[in-house]
């Protein structure tokens, strides 16, 4: 099979979650900056949440470029990482809602978590279809800006009952790491 379709399915289903996160926002009744006030916590939480989206949807993208078939294992693989992309705008509400109380930022991290845990399980599909001597198996090594990732956001959820802003402040510099463009598979092709 080619990856055409699976890529472009997965290009719509992000497309949609950034759809229904802006969404979330409710036009002010006034006409002032006042007016906007309220809606400062569900905008940081949207933009945090949006870079997230951005940051799978560029990583997904590049390891997909790393492809050359997919079986039926990559397509279930993929779609338990969609699933748990798809819960980003529910969490990123109740965030926005509740301006960073305990349990929804704990499940901000789980499913910060999940979805980490989703990706890595898509790499290795891929890994173990492609083989050792693939482009993407090379690229990724051993794997280091995933295991710091994954520690990063397992403390994250230990910490959002007791300190839930320490959490945030993890979940902006996980999302920083990987903001920062990763070339481990731009490299690969050179």
Known sequence: MTKNRLEAFSDGVLAII???MVLEFK?????SWEDLKPLIPKFLSYALSFIYV???W????HMLHTVKKVNGKILWANLHLLFWLSLIPFITGW????HLAEFPMMLYGVVLFMSGLAYSILQKIIIKLEGKDSVL???IGNGYKEKVSTFCNLTAIGFAYFYPIVSLI???LVAFMWFIPDKRIENAFE
Not at 27 to 31: A, H, K, M, V, Y
Not at 58 to 61: F, L, P, Q, V, W
Not at 95 to 98: A, D, P, Q, Y
């Open 18 to 20: 950034i759809t229904i």
């Open 27 to 31: 036009t002010p009744e006034g006409s």
């Open 54 to 56: 951005g940051i799978y």
């Open 58 to 61: 560029n990583n997904h993208h």
């Open 95 to 98: 965030i926005g809602e509740n």
């Open 137 to 139: 198996s090379k690229a």
């Open 170 to 172: 993890i979940y902006i």
